[in-house]
């Protein structure tokens, strides 16, 4: 697999989806927040089933990451927001997993009774980001510099393989 695409299967028919793909649903708004569902999900699949293209419609994702582009990310491949499989849960992960400026990057991913657990792993989020974005950007300098940190992140992570950027371990909650 590319570090810049992933495919799900579509009641048996495979679809290709690179993050270029995402950003055409997505947008560019929440970039690094994409690239971080993008990222998930390309660690997460292959764990899930042997050829690491599950059927899309049978994906359940619990997240503690609440952001607009991992969601949106996510969605656009397993169409889960739609489908009611998709939930926002501020509490999971716990203490050490590393925080986003909402919530936490930690993904549940669960598909034909397996269930994984994915969270990134230290130094791929710098700290400049999520200050900033936690505190909001209301200069033009704080907003040029917010962009900039948000397309390095996806940048940044957009190169490295889902290994690299990502952890996973079989879920507690399986």
Not at 138 to 155: G, I, N, V
Request: glycine share 10%.
């Amino acid at each position: 697999m590319s570090n810049d695409s992933l495919t799900v299967l579509d009641h048996g028919e495979p679809i290709a989806i690179s993050f270029a793909d995402i950003l055409k649903y997505h947008g560019r708004s929440f970039i690094g927040g994409a690239a971080h569902g993008f990222k998930a999900m390309q660690r997460a699949f292959p764990l899930l089933c042997a050829d690491g293209r599950p059927e899309r419609y049978e994906v359940t994702i619990a997240t503690a990451f609440p952001g607009p582009g991992g969601r949106d990310a996510i969605e656009m491949a397993t169409r889960s927001v739609t489908g009611g499989r998709y939930t926002v849960d501020l509490d999971l992960g716990g203490a050490d997993v590393i925080e986003s400026p909402r919530g936490r990057y930690f993904f549940r991913f669960a598909y034909r009774g397996a269930s994984v657990d994915v969270t990134v792993r230290p130094g791929v989020v710098r700290a400049e980001f999520i200050e900033l974005a936690r505190r909001g950007a209301t200069t033009p300098e704080d907003k040029e510099r917010l962009e900039w940190l948000k397309q390095d992140m996806a940048d940044r992570l957009m190169s490295l393989p889902a290994e690299e950027a990502y952890d996973a371990a079989p879920s507690a909650a399986s």
